[in-house]
């Protein structure tokens, strides 16, 4: 079985500042993982999304995040927050295409001016 | 490229009545997965289809069901509507290339009163 967790149901973040959002997961297969972005009342967005090859995944609006087998984890990040980050993030796993998507809870950001 | 397109975005209903949403995927896309999404719960999958089968399914009771035409256009029905049922449910179609590539839909507001 597949279980996400992410680390924090809240992060707030001031304008111009680094965003850390942590994801961990557990999978009995090579994992694909993907992460999430849903504004409210819409889908979700996806931001990138991990497979094979590269282990630092560059994605849309100057996110990226790092697939790390040893640690389980596969943390989003981007150098400097803006007002439109502000957010719900969601960290998911699969084993194969075709197979569900396992979702964590979800981290909502919100950005200080 | 027309993304995925469910309707109605917005739905009220009675305990008790019955349900059926709609979900249009992306052109091309042969794979239609269905997701719950609730406050308490989060997202949870619902089931996928393929080439108008159903390979996988979570693990909801038997009111949920769905179906996939062979245009890829996917329906799902909610019967015997509870409470519980208030959720957003969002569909997500892929080309099933290997690349993992899940587009998600707005989602269809259900709420039962």
């Not at chain 1, 924090?8 to 961990?24: D, K, T």
């Not at chain 2, 269905?34 to 080439?51: A, I």
């Not at chain 2, 569909?91 to 290339?97: P, V």
Request: aromatic content about 12%.
């Amino acid at each position: 079985a597949q279980s996400v967790t992410q680390l924090g149901s809240h992060v707030s973040v001031s304008e111009g500042a680094l965003v850390l959002l942590r994801c961990n997961y557990s999978s009995s297969v090579p994992p694909y993982l993907f992460w999430y972005v849903q504004y409210p009342n819409q889908g979700l967005q996806l931001l990138l999304k991990y497979t094979t090859g590269a282990t630092l995944v560059k994605g849309i609006n100057g996110f990226e995040a790092e697939f790390k087998k040893s640690e389980t984890s596969f943390h989003l990040t981007k150098p400097s927050a803006h007002m439109s980050d502000a957010a719900e993030y969601f960290c998911a796993v699969t084993r194969a295409a075709g197979n569900k998507l396992t979702f964590g809870g979800g981290t909502r950001v919100l950005v200080k001016p | 490229k027309a993304g995925v397109t469910q309707t109605p975005r917005y739905l009220i209903k009675t305990r008790g009545q019955q349900v059926t949403l709609s979900c249009s995927p992306i052109s091309g896309h042969r794979s239609v997965s269905w997701y719950q999404q609730t406050p308490g719960q989060g997202l949870q999958f619902l089931f996928e289809y393929f080439s108008e089968t159903q390979r996988n399914k979570g693990n909801f009771p038997g009111r949920f069901s769905g179906r996939q035409f062979s245009n890829s256009r996917s329906e799902m029905n909610v019967s015997t509507l509870e409470l519980g049922d208030s959720a957003l449910y969002l569909c997500a179609s892929s080309f099933e290339a290997g690349d993992y590539g899940y587009t998600f839909g707005s989602g269809t507001r259900l709420t039962v009163v």
